[in-house]
């Protein structure tokens, strides 16, 4: 056997112990990341879209996934426009706060409903609760 094989062959080997060591380690990793309790996961919140009203731009069974702040309104220059004529230019936003997400009415003319009730200050969504601007109706997932 001459000196470039037992080279060649001291290289590969080198290369393979490398490659199966970054493998082990990124399932290590990954295997951690996935058992990691529920509470220390970031919480994402969907909405689903039950009724969309008027809303063109929208499609019923829809969903939203919302990880930072969104406005909903009429004008352009919101995260989500809606084009329903009982929503104002800045209806009402959702925003993260402390692992939690909290919906807000902007002090629309026509208000936002929260499971039926107007929403008159911040306040924490749940699983399941439902949002009514108009004729648009979201329920809220957390996951």
């Known amino acids: 056997m001459d000196i470039q094989r037992i080279i060649s062959l001291a290289f590969t080997g080198f290369f393979v112990i490398i490659l199966f060591f970054i493998i082990i380690r990124s399932l290590i990793l990954m295997s ?3 058992s990691a309790p529920q509470e220390e996961r970031e919480n994402i919140l969907k ?6 009203g008027e809303n063109r731009n929208l499609r019923k069974g829809g969903t939203m996934t919302i990880s930072e ?22 209806h009402f936003r959702i925003f993260p706060h402390e692992g939690r997400y909290v919906i807000e009415d902007n002090k629309s003319t026509n208000g936002t409903l929260l499971n039926g009730d107007r929403l ?3 306040t924490y ?3 399941d609760d439902m949002i009514r601007v ?8 957390v996951s």
């Open 32 to 34: 951690k990341d996935m």
């Open 47 to 52: 909405l689903t879209v039950l009724e969309i």
């Open 69 to 90: 702040e969104t406005t909903f309104g009429r004008k352009n220059d919101n995260t989500v426009v809606l084009t329903d004529p009982y929503a104002s230019g800045y």
């Open 120 to 122: 008159e200050m911040k």
């Open 125 to 127: 969504l749940k699983k």
């Open 134 to 141: 108009g004729n648009l109706k979201l329920k809220v997932k």
